[in-house]
Each structure stands twice: as structure tokens, then as C-alpha cells.
């Protein structure tokens, strides 16, 4: 949980850059390890500081499309490639079937809409991408949501921690509050889907 407190997000941009939030969301997006990497929290965060000169906002979101966009055609190639084999692998300390089977229900159900509304969802953000290229969906449907997904996801976020300081002065006093209802917020359909799913 340290990870996603305030303080440590605040550091970490600080301390990484730019260059260090595109990799972690481009990690975040498609690669299999990227899925315990902090992401709603992170762009909002960015956001944040952008607004108090740490970072320049448009460079911000745009770098932030580019990388979410890219990494989810590496999840898409890699489950296009190797199909099937990743559904028989063994647990890992990095990789769970359990998160890549939710990923597929949830795609079975929404269909390429997946793609655009797992953004917003921890773990299936990761796996969406991957399960998609495992069902070898058409490319060019992919990539029109993909990059749907990928700009309202990677401009929405930063611009509201933009601009929210405007609403809010001295936001940053409670910036572990506002992180923590972001992941609650955008862990809720999850857990409300699983108890569903639990009491059926």
C-alpha cells in the first residue's frame, strides 16, 4: 500500500520523470509483471504536480497516450503469439491465471468495449490487451479501441488532478485521501462482480 500513498507517488514522479511514468504505464498496459504498478493513481498524481509546475501537463497526457497505447499492442502481440500456452502456465510470483481468466470473462461479456473500460480497472487493465490477442480479435478493432481507451484513460485522469487544485486549494495535504477513493473507485466494479459472481 506504500506504493500508492501520496507521499511515495509524489517522489517517485519526481524522482523518475517522464521517462519513468511512460515505462510504468506502458509496463501497467500489456506486460504481464506491470499489473502491481500503480496507474489511475499515478496519472492523477501527475496531474497534480503539472499544476504546481513540476511537469509540463500536455507533454504529460500526450507521453501518457503514447506509452498506455504502445504497451497495449505488446499485450496484444504477445497473446496473439503465444495463444493458448500462457492459459496452461503455471502460478508465478509475476503471473496468476486467475487475473488472465477474469480478463476473458470480462472480454467475453463487453466484447471489444473491453478494451476501452478496462482501462479504468486495476489487473484487468494488464490483462484485457493480452486476452484479446489470445482470441486473435480482429486487429484493426483492437487498435480503434485501444486508442479510444487509451486517450479518454491517459487525458482524463492528469487533467483532473489539473485542474482539480483549482476547486481545491491545498489539495495536496490530501492527496493520500484522493488516492485512495481513486482506487476504490475504479476497484469497486471488480469486487461488486466477484461478490455477484460469489453469491450465484
Known amino acids: 500500500m506504500d506504493l500508492f500513498s501520496g507521499a511515495v507517488l509524489v517522489s517517485l514522479i519526481k524522482t523518475v520523470g517522464y521517462i519513468g511514468i511512460f515505462s510504468i504505464v506502458f509496463a501497467e498496459s500489456g506486460l504481464f509483471f506491470g499489473f502491481f504498478l500503480p496507474g489511475d493513481s499515478l496519472l492523477f498524481t501527475a496531474g497534480l504536480l503539472a499544476s504546481q509546475g513540476y511537469l509540463n501537463i500536455w507533454l504529460t497526457v500526450v507521453g501518457i497516450s503514447v506509452a498506455a497505447i504502445l504497451g497495449d499492442n505488446v499485450g496484444y502481440a504477445f497473446g496473439r503469439k503465444v495463444g493458448p500456452k500462457i492459459f496452461r502456465r503455471e502460478d508465478s510470483r509475476f503471473f496468476h491465471k486467475d487475473n488472465l481468466i477474469k480478463a476473458e470473462k470480462f472480454y467475453q461479456k463487453h466484447g471489444p468495449l473491453t478494451i476501452v473500460i478496462a482501462r479504468f480497472m486495476p489487473f484487468i487493465r494488464t490483462f484485457a490487451p493480452i486476452v484479446a490477442g489470445v482470441g486473435k480479435m480482429h486487429y484493426k478493432t483492437f487498435l480503434l479501441y485501444n ?6 484513460w491517459s487525458f482524463s485522469l492528469p487533467l483532473s488532478g489539473y485542474y482539480l ?6 489539495i495536496e495535504s490530501y492527496i493520500t485521501y484522493v488516492i485512495l477513493l481513486i482506487i476504490f473507485l475504479s476497484t469497486f466494479p471488480i469486487v461488486f462482480h466477484w461478490l455477484k459472481s ?3
Open 198 to 200: 460469489k453469491n450465484k
Open 165 to 170: 487544485t483549482e476547486l481545491i486549494p491545498d
Open 147 to 152: 486508442i479510444a481507451g487509451g486517450l479518454i
